[in-house]
C-alpha cells in the first residue's frame, strides 16, 4: 500500500468538513450560529437560494449581492473558498461567473487560495474549473504550491497538476520541502515516478545535508530509492547520511542489493565508524551481509573473513559491549552504596572488555581516591585525559587527584584548563579556588 500517514510540519493536513467543523467550535444549534457561518454552509451545499436569503439579511448598508458574499467570511473563510471545499460545481459556476468572484483571493486564517482548498479536499474538477478561470497555477504561501501539496497524497491531482505546467523542481527555501522530498517522504511511488519524469532533481539537498535518497531510506521506502537510483541519486554520499550503511541498519535487503548495484561503496562507515557489512550482521540477514561481503575490503580485526567468521566476531563484539554494560551498571550500583572497592573491582573488570573508554577510567579514579589512593586516582584520571582531550570530567578528576597528593601548583594549572573547557561547572571552579589559596 503506497504512502503513510503522518507528515512534514509545512504540509496541509487533509480537512475536516466545514459543516463539522463549524458544529466543533460553535455546537450544533445552528440557529445560534452567527449569520456568517450559515452563509458558509448554505455555499458548501450549494444551496444558491437560502445564499442569496442570508446576503440579503446581511446587507443592511445596501451593498448589494455580489459584495455583500465576496466579503463576507467566518473564521477567514469565504464564500468561494466554502464551495471549493465541497466541490459544488453549480454553486462554483455562479459565483466565479455570475459574480465574479476573486478566484487567487486567500483565506485570512491560513493564507489559502480557492484552488488550494479544492487540493485539499481532493476535488479535481473544481480545481481544474478555477484554473481554467485564470487561478494561479504557481502561487507559494509560506513555500507550499499546489504541486507540494498533491505530492503528499493526491496522485490524479498532481499529474493534472504537472500536465498544466506545474514545475517539478519549483524554486523553495534552502530550509523547504521541494514536491519530490514530500513525495519521497510520504511514501508515494506513484508521485515520486512523475516528477523524475519531468526532470525532478534526485539529489536536491535540504539544510545542507538532508537528501531524498535518505527520506526514502528513513521510512524504509524501497520503492522510493528504486526511482531514485534509477533516476540518478548519487548513491555514494558521504558522512551521517550514507545510504548503504543506512540500509543495512534498517535490514533492508533490496535496498542494498540495489545500491550495490548502482556502485555505492561498501567500505564507507557510518559517523559511528561501523562499515555497512557490519551493520546488516547486526541488523540483517545473512544474506544481507553476504550481498556487500565480495566487495568488502578485510576487516583487520576479524580473524576469519568469511560471512560466518564476520558474523562470528561482530556477535561476539555485541556480547562484549553489553557485558561492559553490565559490569558498569554493578559498579554504578556499588559506587551508589559506598562500596569503593567493589565499585573500582567491576571498573577493572569492565575496561579489560574495553580498554579505551574513557568513563570507565573516570570513575574507577573517584573509586581510588574515596579510597585514599591518590597515585591510582591521578594514573587512572591521566589515562582518561588521554582518551578524551577536551572532556572537562577527566580535569576535574586529574586536577581532584593532584590535590589529595597536595600537588596545588599543577592542580591548579590541570583545573584551570578544565573551567575553559565547562566554564558552567561549579564544582570544577570550587576546586580551583582552593587550589589557588593553597598553592
Not at 321 to 341: V, W
Amino acid at each position: 500500500m503506497e504512502g503513510r500517514g503522518g507528515g512534514a510540519s509545512s504540509m496541509p493536513r487533509r480537512e475536516v468538513s466545514l459543516p463539522h467543523a463549524f458544529k466543533l467550535v460553535l455546537g450544533k444549534d445552528q440557529d445560534k450560529w452567527p449569520m456568517e457561518a450559515t452563509l458558509l454552509v448554505a455555499a458548501y451545499y450549494g444551496d444558491i437560494r437560502r445564499l442569496k436569503e442570508i446576503a440579503k439579511s446581511m446587507d443592511v448598508e445596501g451593498k448589494g449581492l455580489q459584495e455583500t458574499l465576496a466579503n463576507a467570511n467566518f473564521l477567514g473563510t469565504y464564500a468561494l473558498h466554502a464551495v471549493c471545499d465541497s466541490g459544488n460545481m453549480y454553486a462554483l459556476q455562479y459565483l466565479v461567473e455570475d459574480l465574479n468572484m476573486d478566484v487567487n483571493k486567500p483565506d485570512t486564517m491560513r493564507g489559502f487560495t480557492p484552488a488550494m482548498h479544492a487540493m485539499l479536499y481532493g476535488n479535481l474538477p473544481t480545481l481544474r474549473f478555477l484554473l481554467d478561470h485564470g487561478a494561479n497555477l504557481h502561487g507559494q504561501h509560506k513555500g507550499i504550491s499546489l504541486l507540494h501539496a498533491a505530492a503528499g497524497g493526491r496522485p490524479e491531482i498532481a499529474k493534472f497538476l504537472l500536465s498544466r505546467g506545474a514545475r517539478a523542481d519549483v524554486e523553495v527555501e534552502p530550509t523547504s520541502f521541494t514536491p519530490l522530498f514530500i513525495a519521497t517522504f510520504r511514501g508515494y511511488a506513484s508521485i515520486l515516478k512523475m516528477l523524475l519524469e519531468q526532470n525532478a532533481d534526485p539529489n536536491v539537498c535540504m539544510n545542507d545535508q538532508i537528501i531524498p535518497l535518505n527520506m526514502a531510506l528513513r521510512h524504509s521506502s524501497v520503492a522510493c530509492l528504486k526511482l531514485l537510483v534509477q533516476a540518478g541519486a548519487d548513491v555514494n554520499v558521504f558522512g551521517s547520511y550514507n545510504p548503504l550503511a543506512r540500509a543495512a541498519e534498517k535490514g533492508l535487503t533490496e535496498a542494498i542489493k540495489c545500491l550495490l548495484e548502482a556502485g555505492a561503496n561498501p567500505n564507507v562507515p557510518d559517523t559511528f565508524g561501523r562499515l555497512p557489512i557490519e551493520l546488516a550482521t547486526e541488523y540483517g540477514t545473512w544474506e544481507d551481509v553476504e550481498l556487500p561481503f565480495p566487495v568488502t575490503s578485510k576487516i583487520t580485526t576479524v580473524a576469519d573473513w568469511s560471512v560466518h567468521g564476520i558474523i562470528s566476531h561482530v556477535h561476539m563484539e555485541v556480547m562484549q559491549f553489553e557485558k561492559k554494560s553490565e559490569l558498569k551498571r554493578q559498579g554504578a550500583d556499588a559506587f551508589r552504596n559506598e562500596d569503593y572497592l567493589k565499585a573500582s573491582v567491576f571498573y577493572t573488570q569492565a575496561l579489560k572488555v574495553d580498554q579505551f573508554d574513557a568513563t570507565l577510567f573516570s570513575n574507577r579514579s573517584i573509586c581510588w581516591l574515596r579510597l585514599g589512593d591518590g597515585k591510582k586516582a591521578l594514573y587512572d584520571a591521566m589515562e582518561c585525559k588521554d582518551l578524551r582531550l577536551k572532556w572537562a570530567k577527566a580535569y576535574y578528576r586529574k586536577g581532584a587527584a593532584l590535590m589529595f597528593l597536595k600537588d596545588y601548583d599543577s592542580a591548579y594549572d590541570t583545573l584551570s584548563r578544565g573551567l575553559e573547557l565547562d566554564p558552567e561547572s561549579e564544582e570544577m571552579e570550587e576546586l580551583l579556588w582552593e587550589a589557588m589559596e593553597l598553592k
